[in-house]
Nanobody, 126 residues
Framework: DVQLQASGGGLVQAGGSLRLSCAAPGFSFDDYTIAWFRQAPGKERAWVSCISLSDGNTKYADSVRGRFTISSGNAKNTVDLHMNSLEHEDTAVYYC???????????????????WGQGTLVTVSS
């Protein structure tokens, strides 16, 4: 089982930025899809974004499109989620997840993801 490590969460004021990272030391993401999900207090976990590392295709939830960017990280075998113009409603625990073979809009579905990170808390103060 692949061990994913999510990091970068913290406390930020509304309008600020954070960068989350998802890493899997010793494991290559090259042919996989990485997604970010988030779970706000009292709500179900929701899909945020995904990237196919085989072709670079990215997708975003409507709520974050234009503010968040998912990309391969500068460090090897990492995927970053750059979050700008943060809003109080972005407050959540953010999870990264890995899937082999999922493509297109299916990357929004948790069921296709076999490995999950432990979550990192993002708190946006209004």
């Amino acid at each position: 089982d692949v061990q994913l490590q999510a990091s970068g969460g913290g406390l930020v004021q509304a309008g600020g930025s954070l960068r989350l990272s998802c890493a899997a030391p010793g494991f290559s993401f090259d042919d996989y899809t990485i997604a970010w999900f988030r779970q706000a207090p009292g709500k179900e976990r929701a899909w945020v974004s995904c990237i196919s590392l085989s072709d670079g295709n990215t997708k975003y939830a409507d709520s974050v499109r234009g503010r968040f960017t998912i990309s391969s990280g500068n460090a090897k075998n990492t995927v970053d989620l750059h979050m700008n113009s943060l809003e109080h409603e972005d407050t959540a625990v953010y999870y990264c997840a890995l899937s082999y073979g999922v493509s297109g809009s299916f990357c929004r579905e948790e069921t296709y993801f076999t490995s999950w990170g432990q979550g990192t808390l993002v708190t946006v103060s209004s």
